[in-house]
């Protein structure tokens, strides 16, 4: 890993690591992420977890506690996806270990298969290498579904 520094539009230095796919990750930033869940419920209890899991996200949304999360089914019929939007990694960190979080997955543990946690952050434009990442012309394809 490369270290250096960038600066801002500002002029405020950030310190950076380069890893190998070319996109810096900001390491003192503490800007906004994405945890995205997935979930296999166990057989026959999808019903039940997307039930269960509406009302730990109404709880947790009137407890102040927790991020701004949307549901999604696949269309398989096997998945359930969580895509939580966090203000900063502390926000998320807070969350992940407070007890109603603790409590939320004991809740919700007995109806799951497996899950997957990732947490992702934005990438700009201008941070992919020869700022093509977020140009609409050179990746129309991706947006067409092929048979």
Partial sequence: MKRSTHKTATGDAHPRVHIADGFPHVEAADGPVMVIDTYLPRPGLRGAF???????????????????????????????VVVTEFHSRAEKRRWRGSEAYC??????????????????EPVAANDAPDSTLMRPDRHAGFARESC
Avoid: F, K
Avoid at 107 to 114: A, D, K, S, V, Y
């Fill in 103 to 120: 409590a939320q997955l004991q809740r919700l543990r007995p109806l799951l298969e497996h899950a997957l946690t990732r947490t992702c």
């Fill in 50 to 80: 997307l039930a269960e899991l509406a009302e730990e996200i109404h709880r947790s949304g009137h407890n102040g506690v927790g991020g701004d999360s949307r549901v999604y089914r696949s269309l398989d019929g096997e998945a359930v």
